[in-house]
């Protein structure tokens, strides 16, 4: 498939929206300047015609999280993701698909268009502040072949656009390659650098101030804050991101309100996956 975002030019691949009537987005994709999506394919999760696409999105789920024992049950989608939120992503229409994707994929036969893509955010109670509940691109199970250049991250990119959304909170696991695509979305602070009460107690809880400004650097093969230097600097803190040791240490300089710690865009870019991660503070500013 494509190696550029040219794609999202492409009508035989277009955006989609899951929303509940009553949960639709007044004026959507007004906050943010991001002019390139096209009109998305709006579905009702709960008009009978439309459980196929809904149910070939646990399908993607599986796929992309079995192995990690984090796969999410049917009830769970319903209700604590479609109910309050938004599912979005990528689809391509069905006669367009190569048929070795087809194969891997194996979509029901009466879906017209098939999702590649899923991202679910959920509205909390701060206007304006949302929750990443999930995050599937089909570029993490499908032959390269098959990759669909920057997928996950536009799909990710177009709910926020699409939903209005100024901040958003996410969790994900230190060791995760996805850490480097979530801090091109904003400044990603560490809101939690140990979460027990999570299935993976390793993980991290960020939150980020939305800025389209870092989208079009990513896609320009910019990652991270150009400026980052000028606005934060380094604090003395470090997380290894294999040690559970080093995790609780930051946890408890969190707690201990020394923060707030932010991740460099550009540092996690080129970091390894069990290597050490430098925290920073935001700069002070000198008064005139």
Not at 34 to 59: R, W
Not at 253 to 282: C, M, T, V
């Amino acid at each position: 498939m494509s190696t550029n975002v040219d794609w999202l030019k492409e009508a035989n691949l277009r955006p989609y929206i899951l929303i509940r009537k009553d949960n639709r987005v007044e004026r959507p994709g007004s906050l943010h300047s991001f002019p390139f999506f096209s009109q998305p394919l709006i579905l009702d999760p709960q008009e009978l015609k439309n459980a196929p696409f809904c149910k070939f999105l646990l399908v993607l789920d599986e796929f992309a999280f079995k192995s990690d024992g984090l796969t999410t049950p049917g009830w769970v989608f319903y209700d604590a993701a479609l109910m309050p939120g938004v599912v979005c992503g990528f689809c391509v229409e069905r006669d367009s698909m190569e048929p070795g994707l087809i194969k891997r994929l194996n979509p029901p036969a009466e879906l017209d268009w098939i999702p590649l893509s899923l991202f679910t955010i959920i509205p909390t109670m701060r206007l304006g502040h949302w929750m990443a509940h999930n995050f599937i691109s089909m570029n993490s199970f499908v032959d390269k072949a098959y990759h669909v250049h920057r997928l996950g991250f536009l799909s990710k990119a177009f709910g926020l656009w699409y939903v209005n959304a100024e901040y958003l909170y996410g969790v994900t696991q230190w060791d995760r390659p996805a850490l480097k695509f979530h801090a091109n979305y904003g400044d990603l602070e560490v809101v939690t650098a140990y979460t027990p009460i999570h299935t993976k107690a390793d993980s991290l809880t960020y939150r980020l101030k939305v800025d389209t400004v870092m989208w079009h650097a990513f896609l320009d093969g910019q990652p991270g804050r150009r400026d980052f230097s000028s606005r934060y600097v380094a604090s003395g803190v470090t997380v290894k991101r294999d040690s559970v040791k080093s995790m609780l240490n930051l946890q408890a300089e969190i707690e201990a309100n020394k923060g707030p710690f932010f991740l460099d865009g550009r540092e996690l870019a080129g970091a390894k996956l069990d290597g050490e991660l430098s925290l920073y503070r935001p700069a002070k500013k000198v008064s005139s």
